[in-house]
């Protein structure tokens, strides 16, 4: 596969659409936690808002400067993580950090099928997981109180 090919997989229309038009890209009223990451290799900024409610995840934005795979990876992770529980959204991070790391046994849902699409690109998961380090931050504090 040529790089060209290669990047062309990367960038497929599912990441570049979330890119161009991103869910939940917005302030967040009242959230219970709040992250804020850089990514000091490229200058990518993400900001998380969660709102937590018997330990379940209520509602989920994000804000800030990425690269289109930040952007998507924020998107993805705002539709797939609403309506779960603490514990099922940090079980979701980390399965995303194991699909990143090549393990092929990581179970994610359909809906984060793009991000599977970085992988092999090593120089590029930090922009994936910017959103998801915000998240696991977002709701340390919900850890505390269930769910």
Same mark, same amino acid.
Not at 100 to 126: M, Q, Y
């Given at each position: 596969?040529?790089?060209?090919?290669?990047?062309?997989?990367?960038?497929?229309?599912?990441?570049?659409?979330?890119?161009?038009?991103?869910?939940?890209?917005?302030?967040?009223?009242?959230?219970?936690?709040?992250?804020?990451?850089?990514?000091?290799? +490229?200058?990518?900024?993400?900001? $998380?808002?969660?709102?937590?409610?018997?330990?379940?995840?209520?509602?989920?934005?994000?804000? %800030?400067?990425? +690269?289109?795979? %930040?952007?998507?990876?924020?998107? #993805?992770?705002?539709?797939? $993580?609403?309506? #779960?529980?603490?514990?099922?959204? #940090?079980?979701?991070?980390?399965?995303?950090?194991?699909?990143?790391?090549?393990?092929?046994?990581?179970?994610?849902?359909?809906?984060?099928?793009?991000?599977?699409?970085?992988?092999?690109?090593? %120089?590029?998961?930090? +922009?994936?997981?910017?959103?998801?380090? %915000? #998240?696991?931050?977002?709701?340390?504090?919900?850890?505390?109180?269930?769910?």
């Amino acid at each position: 596969m040529s790089s060209v090919t290669s990047l062309a997989a990367m960038y497929q229309e599912a990441l570049l659409a979330h890119h161009r038009a991103p869910r939940n890209k917005r302030e967040l009223a009242a959230p219970t936690g709040v992250a804020v990451h850089k990514n000091p290799v +490229c200058g990518d900024e993400s900001r $998380v808002m969660v709102r937590v409610e018997d330990g379940r995840l209520v509602d989920v934005s994000f804000g %800030g400067q990425s +690269c289109s795979v %930040g952007t998507a990876s924020a998107s #993805l992770m705002t539709e797939a $993580v609403q309506g #779960l529980t603490v514990r099922e959204a #940090l079980a979701m991070a980390d399965n995303l950090d194991a699909m990143l790391a090549g393990d092929a046994e990581a179970v994610l849902p359909e809906t984060l099928a793009p991000l599977r699409s970085v992988a092999p690109f090593a %120089g590029r998961h930090g +922009c994936a997981r910017l959103p998801w380090t %915000g #998240l696991r931050e977002a709701l340390s504090g919900s850890r505390l109180t269930g769910g």
